[in-house]
């Protein structure tokens, strides 16, 4: 079996993406956490290691490190294929991808530590503006994301068919992101609706942030 080290910290919703595809899989791993609080993931070695200095990183038989949680998560689909985390159709996995980077790329980079904390600094932000900035984007994200899910035939259970996917992934850990900062859900009911059925899956529970080892 490959050896995985995942270096991460318990409440980034990337790194829950990471441990819900990792445990999906089966797979065993070494969890390495890092306070983001006090910068532990700007170490010397973290960067030697990760040179953005972002988590998650996962490390691979002390051979070969993978960033960025799509592509370490598309890496364990393609190595590890059973359960697939993709469709089997070029369409049905161009929509999971469509519907995971609406979190991936549209929510969730304008919203990380870094950039509430770049607010903070050189505009003053306030935690009353921190949310409101966090609310503006997930919210509008999520309006787009709760309309397809809503009226396109492909979604069933999950995201897309009645297995999780990627995009499932990226919908949990969104949400989770969004309880911290009083984000309605309301106005998504089938975001929730899924949200609900991942949540019953011990793959998804496990990577909770409150679950993990570093949770304070």
Request: aromatic share 10%; with cysteine.
């Amino acid at each position: 079996m490959t050896k995985l080290a995942l270096h991460n910290y318990f409440r980034s919703s990337t790194s829950v993406r990471v441990r819900i595809a990792l445990n999906l899989k089966g797979l065993d791993y070494d969890y390495i956490p890092y306070a983001l609080l006090p910068n532990e993931h700007k170490s010397e070695t973290y960067l030697k290691l990760n040179p953005q200095g972002l988590v998650p990183a996962l490390e691979i038989e002390n051979s070969a490190v993978l960033t960025q949680s799509m592509a370490i998560i598309e890496y364990l689909d393609e190595a590890f294929p059973d359960p697939a985390l993709m469709p089997p159709d070029p369409l049905g996995r161009a929509r999971v991808r469509s519907l995971a980077q609406i979190v991936g790329c549209d929510i969730h980079p304008v919203n990380n530590l870094r950039i509430l904390r770049y607010i903070a600094d050189e505009f003053g932000a306030d935690a009353d503006a921190k949310k409101a900035w966090f609310t503006q984007w997930a919210a509008d994200g999520f309006a787009a994301l709760e309309a397809r899910l809503s009226s396109e035939i492909e979604t069933a259970e999950f995201c897309h068919g009645n297995t999780p996917s990627l995009a499932d992934i990226c919908l949990y850990a969104q949400v989770l992101n969004n309880k911290r900062f009083d984000v309605d859900p309301a106005p998504y009911p089938t975001i929730m609706r899924i949200f609900t059925h991942c949540d019953a899956l011990a793959a998804f529970q496990d990577a909770r942030p409150e679950n993990q080892m570093d949770a304070v």
